[in-house]
């Protein structure tokens, strides 16, 4: 299972890193015209967002957290300003360049931002992770190893996202596998969360569900 997760997360790596850095950056961006699709998306996400953090007290003072998958950083500021310690990792040099330029001088200071993986042990020990689609392309057996390893690490919560086990999703799963393009986001995976929790164990439960036109999430947390 090493393998097939090193294979995916490389694959991700080259699409966010070399493909899809500027679309990521005008959907990131509040005030930039996207198409309708992308707009629902970008709505979606901001939902979702705020439904994530919900979970996480709204003072962080003292706290430190990882923004496992931080892209272009819109949750790694949300963080900063509730004043917790921000470790923002990404496995795209690209976005955590972004991410960096966008961040408001004033929480400069309360963020260190990583190229790599999440699950990396030399990052150290934290109170929350928010990993936000960052584990959408995985499978359900990777999806436990990293929650189970990061899990040792974390003492409060890992709050993260999947993408539901739908009719829908499932429909767009087979046509990317049926279909596949080169210029295409690597195929996101559809988890039902009694397999997930399998491999996780039932310490894993369900949060919320977010549908917003073409962006269909759902959030989970993981309590160690």
């Given amino acids: ?56 007290p709204d003072d962080l003072t003292g706290c430190r957290v990882m923004d496992a998958g931080c892209g272009t950083g819109l949750t790694t500021a949300e963080l900063a300003k509730r004043g917790a310690e921000v470790v923002a990792v990404d496995i795209s040099p690209q976005l955590i360049d972004i991410a960096k330029d966008r961040l408001p001088p004033e929480l400069r200071a309360k963020v260190s931002f990583h190229v790599g993986d999440m699950a990396d ?6 109170d929350y992770v928010v990993a936000m689609d960052s584990l959408i392309y995985y499978r359900a057996p990777d999806i436990g190893r990293v929650l189970t390893e990061l899990g040792k690490r974390t003492h409060s919560a890992i709050v993260f996202t999947v993408a539901p086990k739908t009719a ?39 949060i919320d569900r977010v549908a917003r036109g073409f962006y269909i999430s759902e959030c989970l947390e993981y309590r160690p």
């Fill in 121 to 126: 042990p030399a990052l150290g020990q934290f």
């Fill in 168 to 206: 829908f999703l499932m429909a767009f799963w087979w046509a990317g596998k049926l279909f596949p393009r080169s210029n295409r986001s690597p195929v996101m995976i559809p988890h039902a969360l009694d397999k997930l929790q399998r491999h996780a164990g039932d310490s894993l439960i369900k």
């Fill in 1 to 56: 299972m090493a393998s097939d997760y090193a294979e995916i997360r490389n694959r991700v790596e080259h699409y966010f890193d070399r493909t899809a850095t500027r679309a990521w950056a005008r959907l990131t961006t509040a005030d930039e015209k996207v198409s309708k699709v992308r707009q629902t998306v970008r709505e979606g996400r901001d939902t979702m967002r705020a439904v994530m953090l919900s979970r996480l």
